[in-house]
């Protein structure tokens, strides 16, 4: 039984109330389910919030009890090559991640750095649970691609989702709507794209609720293919959700 989590992107506070709404005790030091539930993660856990930083270190202490069940994203994975010391672009949210690091010394920010690399080289690209019958991928995964091994195509799909290589006016990789077209068996719970409401299309479900833009942050719950959300603390940006046709 798993309780996955959609894209947090740095906020803590909501992460907090939904773990308390989904019956998890934190008084370990650690989310704990009295029914011994277990948490999985989508991805993007950092950037564009307040809080990116408690909310590594609870995935870190997670990891260390050999308990995190994470796949990466893209946001994670800029995160990484600025940790390695990359010339990465400080945009699209990672500034926010940066400037948290900045206000530590320059001795807590090497720290936290180096953990993070450790964090994100332990990190499979995506989860296959329950047999295969859930695969966990921050912004999907086609049919075609599952139990392939590593490839540029399976990177690029698990961070990007399926683009199509052209960019929108905003910036943004225009992107496939790639769950309209899966019909694979396994239940595929993805992020990475934030929609009003999660958004159940053939056996993939999109739990990115755009918490971070003013929406709500989203778990879904399996295998009872249930949702439960909780209201964002942010402020509203309506134009950062996509709208789909059907």
């Not at 945009?91 to 180096?114: F, P, R, V």
């Not at 332990?122 to 295969?132: E, K």
Request: net charge neutral; hydrophobic share 35%.
């Amino acid at each position: 039984m798993f309780d996955i989590i959609g894209d947090i992107h740095g906020c803590y506070d909501e992460l907090l109330d939904l773990l308390n709404t989904l019956g998890y005790s934190l008084k370990s030091g650690i989310p704990i389910h009295p029914s011994g539930r277990e948490l999985a993660f989508v991805g993007d856990g950092m950037d564009r919030g307040p809080s990116s930083l408690q909310v590594m270190q609870l995935l870190f202490a997670l990891q260390d009890k050999g308990q995190l069940i994470y796949s990466p994203g893209n946001h994670c994975n800029k995160l990484y090559r600025f940790a390695k010391g990359n010339n990465v672009q400080q945009t699209h949210g990672l500034e926010t991640t940066i400037a948290e690091l900045d206000s530590l010394s320059q001795k807590e920010k090497t720290q936290i750095l180096n953990r993070y690399q450790h964090f994100y080289e332990a990190l499979p690209l995506y989860h296959q649970l329950d047999s295969g019958k859930l695969i966990i991928a921050h912004a999907g995964l086609s049919e075609q691609l599952i139990g392939v091994p590593f490839s540029r195509a399976v990177r690029t799909f698990v961070l990007y989702g399926d683009i199509t290589g052209k960019t929108l006016p905003d910036g943004r990789p225009d992107r496939r709507d790639w769950a309209k077209h899966y019909h694979g068996t396994p239940w595929i719970v993805y992020g990475h794209t934030p929609v009003k409401e999660p958004r159940f299309k053939h056996h993939t479900v999109n739990i990115d609720t755009g918490c971070v833009f003013g929406g709500k942050l989203t778990a879904l719950r399996w295998p009872e293919l249930e949702t439960v959300s909780v209201a964002s603390k942010q402020p509203s940006q309506p134009e950062k959700f996509t709208v789909y046709s059907s």
